[in-house]
């Protein structure tokens, strides 16, 4: 094996054209960020997550579990209107990336959405997440704050409304 060692590509025994050639099918990420093991220690954070929002006449109550090491989340969107009437609550599931670069939600409601990472702050342990998507049919777009010092999540939209939605970690 080393007996080519110091010689020059042009004078290896064998030419380019018989090296066979390995087509490799790309993995999304986000390439201008660097993802690595801080990105997990911040969004491989094991827990329920809460929080409720108030749009127009509806409040919408939102809980998202996570297992540490898992690439799947799962959750619950449960919509209220007028305080008293209830609505079918809208199952969740994450699919994440396994470097945490990207991630997408589905929503049994048929709504969609991508999370494509923005950043990462580690001293400040948080992470940025571009979201786009469709909510209730409507275009949707926006961004998310993984906080891993706070151990929150905030997702503010900027359509097809404008709101801010913070859920805390609560086990």
Not at 48 to 74: F, N
Request: glycine share 8%; net charge negative.
């Amino acid at each position: 094996a080393g007996q080519n060692r110091g010689q020059r590509m042009e004078e290896l025994p064998v030419a380019m054209e018989e090296l066979p050639v390995v087509l490799a099918t790309p993995v999304p990420t986000a390439a201008a960020v660097p993802c690595d093991d801080n990105l997990k220690a911040i969004m491989d954070e094991p827990g329920v997550w809460q929080g409720s929002v108030k749009i127009g006449p509806v409040s919408v109550h939102i809980e998202e579990r996570h297992e540490r090491g898992s690439l799947m989340e799962s959750g619950t969107i449960k919509p209220i209107l007028c305080g008293c009437c209830p609505v079918p609550i809208i199952t969740s599931t994450l699919q994440i990336s396994p470097d945490f670069s990207s991630m997408t939600r589905n929503n049994s409601n048929g709504d969609s959405y991508q999370y494509t990472l923005t950043s990462i702050d580690i001293s400040a342990k948080t992470a940025s997440y571009q979201v786009a998507g469709l909510m209730s049919g409507k275009t949707m777009a926006g961004t998310v704050l993984v906080d891993g010092h706070a151990h929150t999540r905030s997702m503010t939209l900027t359509a097809p409304q404008r709101f801010t939605c913070t859920l805390e970690k609560v086990a």
